[in-house]
T-cell receptor, first 114, second 113 residues
Framework: EPEVTQTPSHQVTQMGQEVILRCVPI?????FYWYRQILGQKVEFLVS????????KSEIFDDQFSVERPDGSNFTLKIRSTKLEDSAMYFC????????????FGPGTRLLVL | KNQVEQSPQSLIILEGKNCTLQ??????????LRWYKQDTGRGPVSLTI?????NTKSNGRYTATLDADTKQSSLHITASQLSDSASYIC????????????FGTGTRLKVLA
């Protein structure tokens, strides 16, 4: 069964450094998402992406964040200058269609900012 | 403000027993309500999906119910197994103008042998 994959599984970085989290969505899906989950808290929406542009973003997704689909398979989340509070599990998800469709989640990347 | 609250926060049961998890939401209107299972350190996996007009949906030993009038949903797990130990998350999708999921606080279930 096709699944969403994410790399790396864990990332440790110094405050102020740039990180890129990578995701390979399910191949025929058209909508892509990033969520994050701070330890012990609920999963929070960051951004949705369709047709090579952001379709929706939350207030968390400020200028430090960016997303890109650099080729036909990868979907990346870049954090330009990491802060301690960016430490979280980051989940990528994809769906075949948009609003209301089931989103399939990847295993997540655990980011630790020191 | 759109909120999804779940109870209990955590639950411990013995293998073979049944349990019911609760979800209260203020998201309105909404198109779908889902229950996801999240194993520790993993991404959420969809268990059930209900539209606002559905009352119940089953998936094996998992049965979800929905009362749109009281804005409550429940997930009933029958004959629990050790592998049911996970967090169970209620997720609501608003009706229009958004793609995002609104996640609940989750219930952490531990099944003991």
């Amino acid at each position: 069964e096709p699944e969403v994959t994410q790399t790396p599984s864990h990332q440790v970085t110094q405050m102020g450094q740039e990180v890129i989290l990578r995701c390979v969505p399910i191949s025929n899906h058209l909508y892509f998402y990033w969520y994050r989950q701070i330890l012990g808290q609920k999963v929070e929406f960051l951004v949705s992406f369709y047709n090579n542009e952001i379709s929706e973003k939350s207030e968390i997704f400020d200028d430090q964040f960016s997303v890109e689909r650099p080729d036909g398979s990868n979907f990346t989340l870049k954090i330009r200058s990491t802060k301690l509070e960016d430490s979280a599990m980051y989940f990528c998800a994809s769906s075949l269609q948009g609003q209301g469709e089931t989103q399939y989640f990847g295993p997540g990347t655990r980011l630790l900012v020191l | 403000k759109n909120q999804v609250e779940q109870s209990p926060q955590s639950l411990i049961i013995l293998e073979g027993k049944n349990c019911t998890l609760q979800c209260n939401y203020t998201v309105s209107p909404f198109s779908n309500l889902r229950w996801y299972k999240q194993d520790t350190g993993r991404g959420p996996v969809s268990l059930t999906i209900m539209t606002f007009s559905e009352n119940t949906k089953s998936n094996g030993r998992y049965t979800a119910t929905l009362d749109a009038d009281t804005k409550q949903s429940s997930l009933h797990i029958t004959a629990s197994q050790l592998s049911d130990s996970a967090s169970y998350i209620c997720v609501v999708t608003p009706t229009s103008g958004t793609y995002k999921y609104i996640f609940g606080t989750g219930t952490r279930l531990k099944v003991l042998a």
